[in-house]
């Protein structure tokens, strides 16, 4: 899973990269717990190289929630930095204090710290997660980045309090959100695939009449709302603000305006791009495509050049 959203999920984002980093550290740290509840004379070493990486879960849990939340924010000019601070701490008191040779001062100190750190970034998260929180639990929106979010919190618990019950619940925890994300991975490309392709409607045509007040309605949303700007916008949002079934929606565009979901919402963010690099030339052409709606630069330059014939730097030296 780590690998997949490191090298291998479209689009590729910041978000993506540091939820595969997150799974990635979450994997080292339970992967020693595991050897070590069925091996108990495990080395020293593989016990510094878990506690280790536990220091930076909270770091990436933190980054994923904010690239998510906020993927036009400057987190990063910043992520890097944040890291690299980590890390030094993590090779200074690896290499100064190694665990095999301090194991009192590890296991009264340097545990509760790593602890208390990674309870930390969990709070620092809470305050990213507030609005959508709120989405969940009325809508049942963005369920996979609260899956996320709280299975952190569950793996938190298990192994803080592992001492009042078993050293593995952290292993299980962990199982249990892995399994959970998996189910919600196939779910969402499912979902996606139906999207693209389109429900059989059958021969349930929708009248002229409504199907024009369903289309003023929706560019009402488009430009008053400006939807287009979420870059995780889905059909069943949309669907929901119009007060009509998905499928309709779907039936809607491909019957009356000849396209899908995907390309109507992309029209209206390369129309929002379009007015900014004539209306804002001080802003640079990264920060217009975050702000239209687009996860990435690459994703932004290649959509704009599909739909114009050209790329938005050309674009924008012509109107100079």
Same mark, same amino acid.
């Given at each position: 899973?780590?690998?997949?959203?490191?090298?291998?999920?479209?689009?590729?984002?910041?978000?993506?990269? +540091?939820?595969?980093?997150?799974?990635?550290?979450?994997?080292?740290?339970?992967?020693?717990?595991?050897?070590?509840?069925?091996?108990?004379?495990?080395?020293?070493?593989?016990?510094?190289?878990?506690?280790?990486?536990?220091?930076?879960?909270?770091?990436?849990?933190?980054?994923?929630?904010?690239?998510?939340?906020?993927? !036009?924010?400057? /987190?990063?000019?910043?992520? *890097?930095?944040?890291?690299?601070?980590?890390?030094? %701490?993590?090779?200074?008191?690896?290499?100064?204090?190694?665990?095999?040779?301090?194991?009192?001062?590890?296991?009264?100190?340097?545990?509760?710290? /790593?602890?208390?750190?990674?309870?930390?970034? /969990?709070?620092?998260?809470?305050? %990213?997660?507030?609005?959508?929180? *709120?989405?969940?639990? #009325?809508?049942?929106?963005?369920?996979?980045?609260?899956?996320?979010?709280?299975?952190?919190?569950? /793996?938190?618990?298990?192994?803080?309090?592992?001492?009042?019950?078993?050293?593995?619940?952290?292993? %299980?925890?962990?199982?249990?959100?892995?399994?959970?994300?998996?189910?919600?991975?196939?779910?969402?490309?499912? #979902?996606?695939?139906?999207?693209?392709?389109?429900?059989?409607?059958?021969?349930?045509?929708?009248?002229?009449?409504?199907?024009?007040?369903?289309?003023? #309605?929706? !560019?009402?949303?488009?430009?008053?709302?400006?939807?287009?700007?979420?870059?995780?916008?889905?059909?069943?949002?949309?669907?929901?603000? %119009?007060?009509?079934?998905?499928?309709?929606?779907? #039936?809607?565009?491909?019957?009356?305006?000849?396209?899908?979901?995907?390309? +109507?919402?992309?029209?209206?963010?390369?129309?929002?791009?379009?007015?900014?690099?004539?209306?804002?030339?001080?802003?640079?052409?990264?920060?217009?495509?975050?702000?239209?709606? +687009?996860?990435?630069?690459?994703? +932004?330059?290649?959509?704009?050049?599909?739909?114009?014939?050209?790329?938005?730097?050309?674009?924008?030296?012509?109107?100079?």
């Amino acid at each position: 899973m780590a690998l997949y959203f490191l090298f291998y999920a479209k689009p590729r984002t910041l978000a993506h990269q +540091f939820l595969g980093a997150l799974l990635l550290v979450l994997s080292v740290r339970v992967g020693k717990s595991v050897f070590f509840f069925f091996k108990p004379d495990l080395a020293f070493i593989y016990l510094q190289i878990g506690l280790s990486a536990c220091v930076l879960i909270g770091p990436f849990l933190y980054f994923y929630m904010k690239a998510s939340i906020e993927p !036009d924010s400057r /987190i990063k000019k910043t992520w *890097k930095s944040h890291l690299a601070i980590w890390i030094a %701490l993590i090779l200074v008191v690896g290499i100064g204090w190694p665990f095999e040779y301090h194991v009192e001062l590890w296991r009264n100190y340097f545990i509760q710290l /790593i602890y208390l750190q990674w309870l930390g970034y /969990i709070i620092l998260s809470s305050m %990213l997660v507030r609005d959508v929180a *709120k989405q969940f639990w #009325q809508r049942r929106e963005d369920t996979w980045l609260m899956s996320i979010y709280l299975g952190n919190i569950i /793996i938190w618990f298990g192994y803080n309090y592992c001492g009042y019950n078993s050293y593995i619940l952290g292993a %299980l925890s962990f199982s249990f959100m892995l399994y959970l994300l998996i189910l919600l991975l196939v779910t969402n490309n499912r #979902q996606s695939v139906k999207d693209t392709l389109g429900p059989k409607y059958g021969d349930k045509k929708i009248e002229a009449a409504q199907a024009a007040a369903l289309l003023q #309605q929706l !560019d009402q949303l488009m430009g008053e709302q400006e939807l287009y700007k979420d870059p995780n916008l889905k059909l069943p949002t949309v669907a929901k603000k %119009l007060n009509i079934l998905p499928h309709r929606l779907s #039936q809607l565009l491909n019957d009356n305006l000849g396209k899908n979901f995907s390309l +109507f919402i992309n029209e209206h963010r390369i129309e929002a791009a379009k007015a900014q690099l004539k209306n804002k030339p001080a802003f640079s052409l990264e920060a217009i495509g975050y702000d239209c709606g +687009f996860n990435s630069k690459s994703t +932004f330059y290649a959509t704009f050049k599909k739909h114009t014939g050209t790329t938005p730097a050309k674009f924008r030296s012509k109107l100079s």
